[in-house]
């Protein structure tokens, strides 16, 4: 197993986030070793910055927190955030089109947005407080055929966030031997993130990392 820090991708989402709060995230990422920041896009091009000549890699999420917008807007969106320097890119699939049995379009909206980042890692949010478990493996099975790197399963802005019968789906649905996971939402304590990664996921996104890997109390962050 590698070192705790490096599962986490330290996270601030919230609308009301400052570049005070991203610069002070930054700077907790590097003093605690963390995998990556994730952050709203706006903010990529100053993380970078702050991230300059250290380990710590720069995530941006993209189509947040619905998935509901167009195609194109996403894959702009997604340009200009690699643009800006970012290394990773989570993004909501489209969950009513997925609700709908389209899935030809929830896959091209995925493909779309992999087909201008061939060379950064994709990580796909499916937001599975939404979805039965039919609806879950589907979404992890048309990520995988788009290519994504990771299924991820939360924005933390929905009805509830990871959970160990949502993660054993994921898991069911990768037949490729590489797609890795990401869990999400509502970890907030060392136990919690052990008991994902034993169950094999490879990326815990969190707001409370700090609390994860020094054990302490979390202060309850939302994401």
Do not use: W
Request: contains cysteine.
């Amino acid at each position: 197993m590698k070192p705790l820090s490096k599962y986490i991708d330290h996270t601030i989402l919230k609308a009301t986030a400052t570049k005070t709060d991203i610069i002070k995230l930054c700077q907790e990422a590097k003093e605690h070793d963390f995998f990556s920041v994730c952050v709203n896009s706006c903010h990529v091009s100053l993380a970078k910055a702050e991230l300059k000549n250290s380990a710590v890699k720069v995530c941006s999420v993209i189509g947040f927190p619905l998935g509901a917008m167009s195609t194109i807007a996403k894959v702009e969106e997604t340009k200009q955030a690699l643009k800006d320097g970012a290394d990773e890119i989570d993004m909501v699939l489209n969950i009513g089109l997925l609700k709908s049995e389209d899935f030809d379009a929830v896959y091209k909206d995925i493909d779309a947005v992999k087909k201008v980042m061939p060379n950064n890692t994709l990580k796909v949010i499916l937001e599975t407080c939404y979805l039965n478990d039919l609806d879950i493996s589907k979404a992890s099975t048309l990520a995988i055929q788009a290519k994504a790197e990771f299924i991820k399963t939360s924005t933390g802005f929905g009805t509830g966030g990871a959970t160990i019968e949502a993660i054993t789906l994921m898991k069911n649905a990768i037949n490729n031997g590489s797609t890795k996971i990401k869990a999400s939402g509502g970890i907030r304590d060392t136990d919690t993130a052990l008991q994902y990664i034993n169950l094999g996921v490879d990326r815990i996104g969190t707001s409370n990392g700090i609390a994860i890997v020094t054990g302490q109390a979390s202060g309850d962050k939302s994401y």
